[in-house]
């Protein structure tokens, strides 16, 4: 079954950085577009970014493009999400998901468990 599990999450100062890892498996991981998507407290879950198989395409949200990057080793069977500049508008909890951004507004996709992340001084 299709497993994806979170990691990175934390509190950052704002300005500060953090790298967020999800680990993939029970999939033929190198076929399949990934994304992240958050949920920041009392909102809906938002899509953040995705990428396609092998790299080739990357995109974000306006909210954080220029800040964030996404990122995918397939050999690892992980994708990255670097954040950089980070705002206290970025606390949320933070999902990996498999799919883009066209799944996404499906509203049917697997996800993690979510790992939380807080911008705050």
């Known amino acids: 079954q299709v497993q994806l599990v979170e990691s990175g999450g934390g509190l950052v100062q704002p300005g500060g950085s953090l790298r967020l890892s999800c680990s993939a498996s029970g999939f033929t991981f190198n076929t399949y577009a990934m994304m992240w998507v958050r949920q920041a407290p009392g909102k809906d879950i938002a899509w953040v970014s995705d990428i396609s198989p092998g790299s080739k395409n990357t995109y974000y949200a306006d909210s954080v493009k220029g800040r964030f990057t996404i990122s995918r080793d397939d050999a690892k069977n992980t994708v990255y999400l670097q954040m950089n500049n980070m705002k206290p508008e970025d606390t949320a909890v933070y999902y990996c998901?498999?799919?883009?951004?066209?799944?996404?507004?499906?509203?049917?996709?697997?996800r993690g468990q979510g790992t939380q992340v807080t911008v705050a001084s």
């Open positions: 998901a498999r799919g883009n951004e066209a799944i996404y507004y499906t509203g049917t996709y697997h």
